[in-house]
């Protein structure tokens, strides 16, 4: 057989795929769980997305399926074995300050800008475009192909989640929703809280500082940049002002103080960054409360202060707390406590986020921690468990998507292992494949998003190819 050109495939629809793109790109595909009805359980606009892919998908000769009305499929081909293509439609809120209408998908400067042009609907169509092109070109296939359309990824992988109750789980598959060249590992996400449970007496009279209140953090996966805590001082409160300041300037980060209904506030401000890399950040929960452990506390608040410094501070690794670990393929164990918060009535708690290498396992983890917390007077609550994601760089799915990837870009497929979770882990053999090019910044989620209809048009060549690839043997 000849050589294909997949980009010259690509180059003569390029007209109808932008087209399309900006028709998928209109609909505010947003979580609406206020105005919900049973054929659109999560909203009118994710439902009339999934419904204009199912529809375009029919017209052009794919066997469509609505599952639900959570997610659906197009399929084409014959073969006992079922590729998967993983995507999603729904998009996150559109926020703020954007230079044309986030929904308007207006093309400035060989970009398309609006929500949901790089995640995930650009490359929807992209992957969308690459189907239709074997499918156009007639050529042999020994597996059944399938798109698979989510519509609740930003949210809770309630589209995924129910489709595979009911739909067949494909034996290899790739989801558009993430970087190229290739993600293959994904750690593991063990997010819980660890709750103080005793002592249950309040304290000891010759306490000098009683904690009112102590909160910082939102969540588990983001490192917090602000934190607070209430004091009554009994005595010497000007010192323990003048320790703090000396405190937060030695460790440089900035800060306030107050004193109010003669309540001393004190507050710190830190350095937000994504949980799954906590050193990226500055928690500022862990510094005031480093700094609060060094008081003069009733035996509760004592005992919660100095638990945080002595098993968080300073380390994101889990030394402290015995449960580190690393491995080749993922690298260390992170430990991010994105929301700490302690009262005298219900006493303290640490929710953390945990990404754990592919390799190590989180029920000898938990156990270890069970263990020590209770010695410690904590225990957990709360606990959810990703496991984590690995297709080994020998199958045939990786050195597939590597030789694909570098005959269309002539760049090498490295592969990438992550701390974070991408859509692709919830298929049994499958990775996450673009559509970020190396180099290009992320601007997933972010005001005046895009995507150059140049890497748009490089990923449906790309995309076309490895469903060839893949599908072509049986
Ligand atoms: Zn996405």
């Given at each position: 057989m000849t050589e294909i050109n997949w980009m010259s495939e690509v180059e003569k629809r390029k007209a109808d795929l932008i087209k399309d793109t900006q028709g998928l790109l209109h609909i505010k595909s947003l979580l609406d769980e206020e105005h919900t009805s049973p054929e659109a359980p999560l909203g009118q606009g994710v439902k009339e997305a999934l419904d204009y892919l199912l529809h375009l998908g029919e017209k052009d000769g794919f066997t469509p399926k609505n599952v639900g009305n959570l997610a659906g499929h197009l399929e084409f081909g014959e073969g006992k074995e079922l590729l998967g293509i993983l995507c999603h439609v729904d998009v996150v809120p559109e926020g703020d300050?954007?230079?044309?209408?986030?929904?308007?998908a207006e093309i400035r400067d060989g970009k398309i800008y609006a929500?949901?042009?790089?995640?995930d609907k650009g490359p929807t169509m992209a992957a969308y475009y690459a189907m239709k092109i074997v499918k156009e070109l007639g050529l042999p296939l020994k597996k059944r192909v399938r798109m698979i359309i989510g519509t609740d990824e930003e949210s809770n992988w309630r589209c995924v989640k129910h489709y595979f109750q009911h739909e067949e789980m494909p034996s290899l598959g790739f989801a558009p929703?993430?970087?190229?060249?290739?993600?293959n590992a994904e750690k593991g996400i063990a997010d819980f809280d660890m709750v103080q449970t005793g002592p249950i007496e309040a304290g000891e009279t010759e306490a000098n500082a009683k904690i009112v209140s102590f909160v910082s953090g939102k969540r588990y996966n983001m490192v917090p940049d602000h934190a607070k805590a209430t004091l009554l001082v009994k005595e010497h409160q000007d010192e323990v002002v003048q320790q703090f300041i000396a405190n937060m300037k030695e460790v440089d980060l900035e800060y306030n103080y107050h004193v109010q209904n003669e309540e001393l506030i004190l507050e710190v401000i830190g350095v937000s960054a994504?949980?799954?890399?906590?050193?990226?950040?500055?928690n500022a929960g862990l510094f005031l409360a480093e700094f609060l452990s060094k008081q003069e506390l009733d035996t509760k608040a004592k005992n919660y202060f100095q638990f945080v410094s002595r098993y968080f501070f300073d380390d994101s690794r889990g030394v402290n707390l015995g449960v580190a670990y690393s491995d080749e393929i993922t690298g260390e164990l992170t430990i991010n406590p994105g929301k700490l918060s302690f009262t005298p009535e219900s006493g303290g708690s640490i929710g953390m986020t945990c990404r754990y290498p592919v390799t190590n396992k989180m029920e000898e983890t938990k156990a270890k921690l069970d263990t020590l917390l209770k010695d410690e007077g904590f225990t957990i609550e709360n606990f959810s468990d990703s496991k984590p994601h690995h297709v080994d760089e020998q199958e045939f799915l990786i050195q597939t998507l590597k030789k694909v990837y570098e005959e269309q870009t002539g760049e090498k497929a490295e592969l990438i292992a992550i701390g974070g979770g991408t859509y692709a882990r919830s298929l049994k053999a499958g990775v996450a494949f673009g559509p970020l090019f190396p180099g290009r910044p992320d601007i997933a989620h972010q005001k005046d998003e895009y995507m150059y209809i140049e890497d748009l048009l490089k990923a449906t060549a790309i995309y076309a190819q490895a469903i060839y690839e893949l599908g072509k043997t049986e």
């Open positions: 300050g954007w230079t044309s209408d986030p929904f308007g929500r949901g042009a790089l995640d929703d993430a970087d190229f060249p290739i993600i994504h949980g799954m890399e906590p050193r990226n950040g500055k």
